[in-house]
């Protein structure tokens, strides 16, 4: 019976997902994740590396990126196999809850007879079907990015599992708690967020398994060592993990200091957090692959008021109720202490919250209603009434469960589609219309793409990468003015971007704006050193304002940056002619030739310097070359059209 149940499990929690094998990856992390990104196509050695040593999108995930060359080796670039794979792993954690809350049930409720035996595996079905099945759980399974979620759960249930399987303090025990560990390790591996594990398993030798007592000042003693002492390999690998995290986050960039994300923010997002997951699971509709940072959080602290004192309430009455009712403050808990790491505290991401949070978060709540299920079931015996009823709803719960999750599977299906779900669920998203801006410029659609960068910015003039493309589309439209006004923006809101500076130097420019234009490539090498084209771009500035040994200057520093960039090698050419130093510009002309043999005006440039050293024969096969690429480049007339 126990198999039939895990195996009506797995295929229902395959089935409710199923439109994500017809989904396109997505261009929210996808891209940089799988697409654009070559490091993890395969498993020599160079790949292994890489995945062992990256903080690639800020996330220290190398089992993940094992399971992605496995997929890239088998499916190749088809998103289809990638999802496949997602939902495997899922109906796979479906399995393993099931067989979870069956322990666990038992440890609650006695079975003294077959049908009471029949009563535990049901709600132990159902507990594991609505976790599968609920609406949250689609960004974790169908976003192939988001394969560290249902990897990491996976290995963490199974080191859960093994935990409270072993008995005693045998070998059997210590073979248990070995293979934990290991299941432990592996979960953190391919989500660094698996950290949690040493509470939760604190919290199960509470409550079920009643290894220590509810009074944490008594886990001290003597006698409770032995548990404690269990704990200190899941502690050690949580620390190391932790550290690994922490620095993944900081080597992009990603978490924000206290000056710009304030202590009062932090703390009113992990309360309503905590209120949303809640809501969320007994409400799911509205679901958004994107809940955007509030751009006016002072506006939103009412509310994260009334969720605190929600969050409160529930933590009092879990409390006060915990000698008739234990099972309501261990799920409340261990939610708590699942959502610790995002909840916003160290905030990284422009997420106020994000569904796939709660992809293990949730859990205890499903096993609570399972627990539910099993005791109606047992106490009902012989009311066929009030079985029929409970059967009923819990089967409705779950079609509706699973029709919500097939349509919300479907928003994932492209880029385009996502993002117009998040606008759709929240009209004021300045991240949406401004993916679907970046989306439609791919397109070549730029009065679209216009459009949708004005909205964003609209929405969240704070939005620097908004104001950054917004301007560079309007430059590339010839709307210069406006252009240096949103770059203006932009660099208002982040002035370190050394590409803002630049792009504005070089509209300042064209507008004969000499003195602002030097000030903005100058800018940009402070901020980025290495920047050649701000080098480049002083150069052209400097011969334009016939200082043509200034100029000399910039060109060499762009031309130690990048030696193989065509313009910049003219550039200098041309300046060196003016200073005569002809020996050193036909050099630089003939690596311009060498790197672009097809370019008429390189041979015709090469061809006067060498004319002018008197190497007449020379200049002449230059000159010889540039004609014939000419007249290859050169379309035939268009013959006159006869009438019949």
């Known amino acids: 019976m126990l198999l039939a149940a895990a195996l009506l499990v797995a295929i229902a929690s395959l089935a409710a997902f199923l439109p994500a094998l017809g989904n396109q990856f997505v261009n929210w992390d996808d891209y940089e994740t799988l697409i654009d990104n070559a490091h993890y196509r395969g498993l020599a050695w160079p790949q292994l590396r890489w995945m ?16 992605f060359a496995l997929d890239y080796l088998v499916w190749g670039s088809d998103p289809t196999g990638y999802h496949l794979t997602n939902l495997i792993l899922h109906a796979l954690n479906a399995v393993l809850c099931f067989f979870l ?8 409720m006695t079975a003294p007879d077959e049908r009471a035996s029949f009563g535990l595996t049901l709600g132990a079905a159902l507990a594991a079907l609505l976790f599968s099945l609920h609406p949250l759980r689609v960004e974790s399974v169908v976003w192939a990015t988001e394969r560290r979620d249902v990897l ?13 399987s072993g008995e005693g303090s045998g070998p059997s025990r210590r073979r248990a708690l070995a293979l934990s560990v290991a299941f432990y390790a592996l979960s953190l591996l391919a989500k660094g967020t698996a950290m949690t594990l040493p509470a939760v398993l604190l919290l199960l030798d509470v409550y079920p398994l009643r290894r220590l007592p509810s009074a944490p000042l008594l886990w001290f003693k003597a006698n409770y060592r032995a548990v404690l002492w269990e704990k200190v390999p899941y502690v050690a690998l949580a620390a190391a993990f932790a550290v690994l995290a922490l620095l993944a986050q900081q080597n992009v960039g990603a978490l924000r200091p206290v000056q710009q994300y304030l202590i009062s923010y932090r703390l009113g997002q992990a309360v309503y957090g905590v209120c949303f997951y809640l809501w969320k699971t007994l409400v799911p509709v509205n679901l958004s692959p994107l809940y955007e940072l509030p751009f006016d959080f002072d506006a939103w602290m009412p509310l994260f008021y009334i969720c605190g004192v929600m969050a409160l309430a529930i933590s009092i009455f879990s409390f006060c109720v915990r000698r008739r009712w234990p099972a309501l403050l261990a799920a409340w808990l261990y939610y708590l202490v699942l959502l610790a790491p995002v909840a916003g505290l160290a905030q990284s991401g422009p997420q106020l919250v994000a569904d796939r949070y709660s992809y293990l978060a949730c859990l205890s709540w499903t096993l609570l209603l399972g627990g539910g299920m099993s005791r109606l079931w047992i106490f009902s015996r012989g009311d066929q009434i009030g079985v029929k009823l409970i059967g009923s709803a819990a089967v409705l719960v779950l079609v509706t469960l699973t029709s919500l999750s097939w349509r919300q599977s479907q928003f994932w299906r492209d880029t385009t589609t996502l993002w117009r779900r998040v606008i759709a669920v929240a009209p004021k998203s300045s991240i949406a219309y401004y993916n679907l801006g970046r989306t439609y410029e791919d397109e070549g659609n730029f009065t679209e793409s216009l459009r949708y960068y004005r909205r964003a910015v609209e929405n969240n003039p704070l939005n620097a990468d908004a104001q950054y493309n ?10 210069v003015r406006e252009a240096i006004a949103g770059y203006r923006r932009a660099l208002q809101i982040r002035p370190s971007d050394a590409d803002a500076h630049n792009n504005l130097g070089q509209l300042l420019a064209r507008q004969g704006d000499v003195d602002g234009a030097a000030a903005e490539f100058l800018a940009a090498i402070n901020v980025e050193p290495n920047y050649g084209r701000a080098f480049f771009n002083l150069g052209r500035l400097s011969a334009e304002r016939n200082e043509p040994e200034k100029a000399l200057v910039y060109y060499h520093r762009a031309l130690q940056l990048n030696p193989d960039q065509v313009e910049v090698l003219l550039g200098s050419a041309e300046t060196l002619v003016r200073l005569k130093r002809l020996d050193k510009a036909a050099i630089q002309l003939q690596k311009v030739v060498a790197l672009k043999p097809d370019s008429a005006d390189a041979h015709t440039a090469l061809a006067r310097v060498l004319a002018a050293q008197g190497l007449k024969v020379e200049a002449e096969k230059h000159y010889q070359q540039a004609l014939r690429l000419l007249k290859s480049q050169t379309p035939p007339p268009t013959p006159p059209r006869t009438r019949p």
């Open 52 to 67: 062992f040593t990256t903080f690639h999108m800020g996330h220290y995930q190398p089992l993940s990126w094992l399971s």
């Open 101 to 108: 809350a069956r322990r666990l049930l038992e440890r609650v």
């Open 470 to 479: 917004l301007a560079r589309l309007l430059a590339k439209r010839g709307m």
């Open 152 to 164: 990491s759960g996976l290995f963490y249930l199974a080191a859960i599992y093994c935990y409270i």
